[in-house]
């Protein structure tokens, strides 16, 4: 039907763009305080760029990507992530010419499809900070403390990080054996997905939300067996840093996250009352994900919130804190006459940045003043023939229920 939304969006509505205005400004407030500068990506990129940087046989690639041929025969997907779009406008932009660390956030819209239901929608809502340029593991726990600083701002208890390490090159493909290995041997247990993964990403059957929670996916080898000195050395550092900072951790060995360009540091932030949804932050470390798109070997490392949890997580506590887009003045004219005086009056107050409106109905001056009552106005200024007549404007406190009568011209200075 023409007059719903395409399954899996969503309408934000006036009272509740309130909500998202409240969360964008604390993003700000935390990424000014750590030192990370806004970037914004285009929606839709070249869909190479995801395959590349994602890794063909994820999910995301394999089945949730929004992919079209557009006029000029170019393949275009829409971006389901944007980690990939802000390393492709690190390179072309140069951004690394300074030879510092690099650190970025953005606020966006993401495309997945996938099947809706709260919390997961096809069209949904990321913040996301990436740091480019540095390997140092101090960087890693920044990267950590930034989401975690950030949720615990937003006043949200319940909450837990878990971390784990994905090894390097260098180690991984010893633990991608033993666990195809292991796996082969469970291989009828396996949903047709982790069947399928079994030979092109094994670690991905770790996560996998079918199979998670069997006993042989509890039992499966874990990858601090195979880590090579660098990755484990990196991995202790993380750590320490953490405990540093006085943050409270879990680590979890089946945490791999569900992108193949993760390396090294991986981690979560879970909202435990969402249950079966309750990530709401998430990342990790991808030091190969810049010279896989094509640039030179670079470090990098980042998380991506769901804005649309986060709000769930916010109305389950009840904190939730839009600024209500209150008036300061709603003007009352009684007449065709004072009509027009009140639109220059409006127009004088709203050049002056004082909020104003009026009644464009003509109703009565009794409807008019319910009107202002519920704009949330302070003060009603109210214009009929005798304030016309006598170059007047009475004006009402609308939370005290006083008033009183003063010069047109002396409107604006009760605002100041």
Known sequence: MLTNAPRGTKD??????GNWLYIENKIRT?????GYEEIRTPTFEHTELFRR??????DVVDKEMYTFTDRGERSITLRPENTASVVRAYLQNKLYAAGNLVKLFYIGSMFRYDRPQAGRLREFHQFGVEALGEQNPAVDAEIILLAWDFLKSLGLDDLKLKINTVGCPKCRPVYRQKLQHYFSENIEELC???KHRLLKNPMRILDCKVDGGKEFIEDAPKIETCLCNECREHFAQVQKFLTAAGVNFEIDSRLVRGLDYYTKTAFEIQYLPLGAQSAVAGGGRYDGLIEE???TPTPGIGFAAGIERILIALEKQNLLQAEKNNFDAFIVAVGAEAEIAG?????ELRRKNISATMDFAQRSMKAQMKQAAKSGAKFALIIGDDEIKNSTVTVKNLETSTQEIISAENVAQIFN
Do not use: A
């Open 192 to 194: 047709d997905d982790c």
């Open 30 to 34: 935390i990424c000014k305080n750590y």
């Open 343 to 347: 639109f220059k009056l409006l127009t």
């Open 12 to 17: 934000i509505l006036p009272e509740q763009v």
């Open 53 to 58: 940087g994602i890794g063909e046989g994820t």
């Open 293 to 295: 798109i094509g640039g």
